[in-house]
């Protein structure tokens, strides 16, 4: 069964869920992830959202945002980058719940848990110091822009993938 699917009838609540864990996501991927609903459908479960102060539109209306003080994106912005990666991986979702540090999101696939770790240069420490704390059967999927971005990272001997997003949503995936 598809993510789509499997929340059919409960794609409020899960709109909901999706900005308030990923705090910012734009809205033509949030569009992607209900392929089923039509535009009017879609745009009255948005509509209903922002009128009872749950899902805020940046001032351009192309993201949604958990917060109205969110920072709007920038190129390359982790958050978005990982709602690339959690569409590419939708088929084999679960649930989801907001990660702790420094993932950005945990994700219960078939295959068992992942976290989803938006990568920069900021967050390398931080990614590092969190490394062991992680049980070794979860999968770290380190979510960047380039290859390059997690040259300096330490790596685990297993359940280490980059998972490469290009600037329209195009995933890649690797094993480390």
Do not use: H
Not at 55 to 76: H, Q, V, Y
Not at 90 to 99: E, H, I, K, L, W
């Amino acid at each position: 069964m598809t993510f789509a699917g499997s929340v059919k009838g409960r794609e409020i609540e899960c709109v909901r869920r999706l900005v308030g864990v990923f705090g910012l996501v734009e809205v033509r991927q949030m569009r992607r992830l209900f392929p089923r609903l039509s535009d009017t459908e879609f745009g009255k479960i948005l509509s209903r959202l922002a009128g009872d102060g749950l899902i805020f539109r940046t001032p351009d209306g192309a993201d949604l945002a958990a917060d109205p003080r969110t920072p709007p994106k920038r190129e390359g912005d982790g958050r978005v980058r990982c709602f690339w990666a959690f569409l590419a991986m939708r088929g084999s979702v679960r649930d989801f719940c907001a990660g702790d540090a420094p993932a950005l999101v945990s994700v219960l696939t078939r295959r068992g848990d992942c976290d989803l770790i938006p990568v920069s240069a900021a967050r390398e420490a931080e990614i590092d110091l969190a490394l062991n704390a992680l049980p070794e059967e979860t999968a770290r999927l380190l979510v960047a822009g380039s290859a390059s971005e997690i040259e300096r990272l330490s790596l685990r001997r297993r359940n280490d993938y980059l998972v490469l997003v290009g600037r329209d949503g195009d995933t890649e995936a690797y094993a480390l």
